[in-house]
């Protein structure tokens, strides 16, 4: 199973600021790699898919980069619906899909 | 729009087996390339994907989980249900419904999900 791990735990960010989430796949997953974000009571919300293309509906301030095992997610300036948990997810040939363990953004 | 929907008993005795049905509206089960998960998440942590089944019916499931759960699919009423056996305390969670596409989707990951449903196992 490829382990995914998301870093860090926790990122305390000022709205308007730019966060930078990361990624880790234990092997190469290529470019198979989505994000999600969960806000408290919440189902996951695709954000990202192939490592960087973003879902329908979702604000040019979300970007996805990079490519094999490491991977970051960027919120070029945080509005306050964004703070929220995000997840990776890798969905490269190999069952099962994992997901990383979660970066919570919270207000700084 | 497509919209996912968890039902089932929120509360199940160990040993006995949990059962639940997610019924998809705005589209048909049946048509297009997708695959039907369910995804679980206990309190406070993080989520683990169960299983899934195909528009043909083929399913694959985690390894972790895949001696108890079955996942299943009826058409007629536009449903795929999960049915995980022998629960324990480690199983309560918040379990998810959602759809993937597949290998020739324009999209991919999971699209649509449930609102989710709490699953506590408890005597």
């Known amino acids: 199973e490829i382990v995914m791990t998301q870093s860090p735990a926790t990122l305390s960010v000022s709205p308007g600021e730019r966060a930078t989430l990361s990624c880790r796949a234990s092997?190469?997953?290529?470019?198979?790699l989505a994000w999600y974000q969960q806000k408290p009571g919440q189902a996951p919300r695709l954000l990202i898919y192939?490592?960087?293309t973003r879902a329908t509906g979702i604000p040019a301030r979300f970007s996805g980069s990079g490519s094999g095992t490491e991977f970051t997610l960027t919120i070029s300036s945080l509005q306050s619906e964004d703070f929220a948990v995000y997840y990776c997810?890798?969905?490269?040939?190999?069952?099962?899909?994992?997901f990383g363990q979660g970066t919570k953004v919270e207000i700084k | 729009q497509v919209q996912l929907q968890e039902s089932g008993p929120g509360l199940v005795k160990p040993s006995q087996t949990l059962s639940l049905t997610c019924t998809v509206s705005?589209?048909?089960?049946?048509?297009?390339?997708?695959?039907w998960s369910w995804i679980r998440q206990p309190a406070g942590k993080g989520l683990e994907w169960i299983g899934r089944?195909?528009?043909?019916?083929?399913?694959n499931y985690n390894p972790s989980l895949k001696s108890r759960v079955t996942i299943s699919v009826d058409t007629s009423k536009n449903q795929f249900s999960l049915k995980l056996s022998s629960v324990t305390a480690a199983d309560t969670a918040v379990y998810y419904c959602?759809?993937?596409?597949?290998?020739?989707?324009?999209?991919?990951?999971?699209?649509?999900w449930g609102q989710g449903t709490l699953v506590t196992v408890s005597s």
């Open positions: 092997q190469s997953v290529s470019s198979n």
């Open positions: 089944i195909y528009t043909s019916g083929s399913t």
């Open positions: 705005g589209g048909s089960i049946s048509s297009g390339s997708y695959y």
């Open positions: 997810q890798q969905y490269n040939n190999w069952l099962p899909w994992t």
């Open positions: 192939g490592a960087s």
């Open positions: 959602a759809r993937e596409g597949d290998e020739h989707s324009a999209v991919a990951g999971f699209d649509y």
